[in-house]
């Protein structure tokens, strides 16, 4: 017999504000996880090479400045609640600075000029402590057939799968590192929960499970949200 114990969720803080975790962060390996977002993306939606968009829980803004190299013709605004996130993501902007900005401010209400031709966000769902609030955000920033991508993490089974997890991708982390990624996975929604908070809020978005440990929000919000 296979021994499982479920996983109840334990949320985190909602907002990443110290310096030492914001610095851990911006200088940790998500390239290649970063780089796929863009590249799902890009595939997702290949009529969307110019216009709006906004990140939300933007973090360091590793993915506005991705997404902005990627589609020359795009303007990203990324949003964060956490100054210390928006530092890190300020000092590496360079020739980038006339194509994204970077707004301090938190989720719901945050001030920003809509509505946007897209809607992205990555790894923020699990830090909100009341889902919805993404939701809402997304069709509200979003406005009627706005693209969407969302990406997360979803919450493992067991407490078995959550220390392989960590063993598998951050056993070389620095603990700060490790702490977070911990945190996260227990404070992640399962792909279940995920589907009924969009069924709640009548978005008929794709929901895909796209690793052992993440899942992908995708598609266009309908007219009328
Ligand atoms: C795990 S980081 C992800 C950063 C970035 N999207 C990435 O993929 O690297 C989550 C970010 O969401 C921000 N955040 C969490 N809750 C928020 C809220 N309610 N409003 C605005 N930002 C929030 C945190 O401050 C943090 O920078």
């Known amino acids: 017999m296979v021994w499982r114990r479920a996983v109840e969720r334990t949320v985190e803080p909602e907002l990443m504000e110290d310096d030492a975790q914001a610095e851990a962060y911006a200088h940790a390996d998500f390239g ?3 780089a796929a977002f863009v590249e799902r993306f890009v595939d997702t939606f290949p009529e969307l090479d110019a216009g709006s968009i906004v990140d939300l829980g933007c973090g360091p803004a590793d993915i506005p400045m991705r997404i902005a190299r990627r589609l020359k013709h795009v303007y990203v605004t990324g949003v964060d609640g956490s100054a210390a996130m928006l530092a890190q993501g300020r000092a590496m902007l360079d020739d980038l600075a006339n194509r994204i900005e970077l707004v301090e401010g938190t989720l719901p209400g945050v001030e920003v000029k809509s509505p946007f031709d897209a809607v992205i966000s990555n790894s923020l769902l699990h830090h909100l402590h009341d889902p919805d609030v993404l939701w809402r955000e997304v069709a509200r920033l979003g406005g009627p057939g706005a693209a969407v991508l969302v990406a997360d993490l979803f919450r493992p089974e067991s407490e078995a799968e959550v220390l392989r997890l960590l063993e ?3 056993a070389d982390e620095p603990e700060v590192l490790r702490t977070d990624f911990y945190n996260s996975l227990h404070a992640a929604f399962t792909i279940e929960e995920i589907e009924a908070q969009l069924e709640r809020r009548e ?8 690793s052992d440990r993440h899942v992908a929000i995708s598609g266009r919000l309908p007219s009328g949200v």
């Open 203 to 210: 978005l008929a978005l794709k929901v895909e499970r796209i």
């Open 32 to 34: 290649a996880a970063n």
């Open 168 to 170: 598998q991708y951050a």
